[in-house]
Nanobody, 118 residues
Framework: QVQLVESGGGLVQAGGSLRLSCAAS????????MGWSRQAPGKERELVAA??????YYADSAKGRFTISRDDAKNTLYLQMNSLKPEDTAVYYC?????????????WGQGTQVTVSS
């Protein structure tokens, strides 16, 4: 089992940047596929980006603006978000999968709020 704790969310103006972090504890972090999902009010949860040694995945909405990375020595996952838009406003969740970067995701953090003002 792995425990996940996100940080780094907040309020930012459109065009700004934020870096989210996800600290993991428990079983071997490096063995998990890791992802960032988000959920906006009234919308379904969306996988934004995911990463493992085989490569990375980005949703179309994130391509060219977001960068996912991981530091296995620090048991930490990151999401660098640039050129933020109001439609990026959502709760962002860190998640871990034992199977595939596209899921299913077995473990979830509590989420961190990102709000982008216009």
């Amino acid at each position: 089992q792995v425990q996940l704790v996100e940080s780094g969310g907040g309020l930012v103006q459109a065009g700004g940047s934020l870096r989210l972090s996800c600290a993991a504890s428990g079983r071997t972090f490096s063995g998990y596929r890791m992802g960032w999902s988000r959920q906006a009010p009234g919308k379904e949860r969306e996988l934004v980006a995911a990463i493992h040694c085989s490569g990375a995945y980005y949703a179309d909405s994130a391509k060219g603006r977001f960068t996912i990375s991981r530091d296995d020595a620090k048991n930490t996952l990151y999401l660098q978000m640039n050129s933020l838009k109001p439609e990026d406003t959502a709760v962002y969740y860190c998640a871990a999968s034992a199977q595939n970067i596209m899921g299913p995701y077995n473990y979830w953090g509590q989420g961190t709020q990102v709000t982008v003002s216009s």
